[in-house]
């Protein structure tokens, strides 16, 4: 942009160049935006239960992270339906079978790990 307003100031493009230049500059701006927002949308919601507990991870949580969370995934794609997290019923029921997971896991304690997954669940699935 800065390239195109030196050459603007010094004669060197007319007005009608300039704006086309301009044009295309937000253009590409635009596409650019529109790429980094299907990369962020493509997260699936195993990538982020995977980012969270890696994240979390402690000396005391098992080194088997993508099983667990391939195990929660498997679990919450069962039990949800269309609106579940609208519903109390619906969120009783992703919270009994997230607790499950972690219990078998012996996770089921850290409160922290539970929000937070419980979060990206209800956002992701």
Known sequence: MEELRDKAEKGLITSIEFVKELCKLAKETVQA???IELLIQEKTPQAALIELFLELKTDQTPAVVERI?????AIVRVVRFPGWQKTVAGEREVQKSLRKALLKYKLHKDQVLFERAYAYIKEYY
């Open 33 to 35: 935006e529109k790429e």
């Open 69 to 73: 969370v391939a195990e929660i995934d």
